[in-house]
Nanobody, 125 residues
């Protein structure tokens, strides 16, 4: 099995920055896409960013494009989310997810196989 653990969340002022990390562990680690999703109270889970592991191609939600950057470190089985120019509407629990095969849509949460426990990001005005 695969375990994903997020870290780096916290409280930050509007306009500030945070860097989230997701570390994968387990005897078997299969990955095609890794992604970040977020969920705020009373709202549906929302796609944030994804990266194709083999080639590093990235996609972003319109709401974060130009402010957030997703990256990977294959040697460490880790994925990161650099968040700049944070806004109060970015406040949510952020989840790391692993889609192990090419099948499925990178932006669809139900197509991912493994999930972390989430890390809280709170942006104050």
């Amino acid at each position: 099995q695969v375990q994903l653990v997020e870290s780096g969340g916290g409280l930050v002022q509007a306009g500030g920055s945070l860097r989230l990390s997701c570390a994968a562990s387990g005897r078997t680690f299969a990955v095609y896409t890794m992604a970040w999703f977020r969920q705020a109270p009373g709202k549906d889970r929302e796609f944030v960013a994804a990266i194709r592991w083999s080639v590093g191609a990235t996609v972003y939600a319109d709401s974060v494009k130009g402010r957030f950057t997703i990256s990977r470190d294959s040697a460490k089985n880790a994925v990161y989310l650099q968040m700049n120019s944070l806004k109060p509407e970015d406040t949510a629990v952020y989840y790391c997810a692993d889609k192990t095969q090419a099948w499925g849509a990178d932006i669809r949460a139900d197509d991912y196989d493994y999930w972390g426990q989430g890390t809280q990001v709170t942006v104050s005005s």
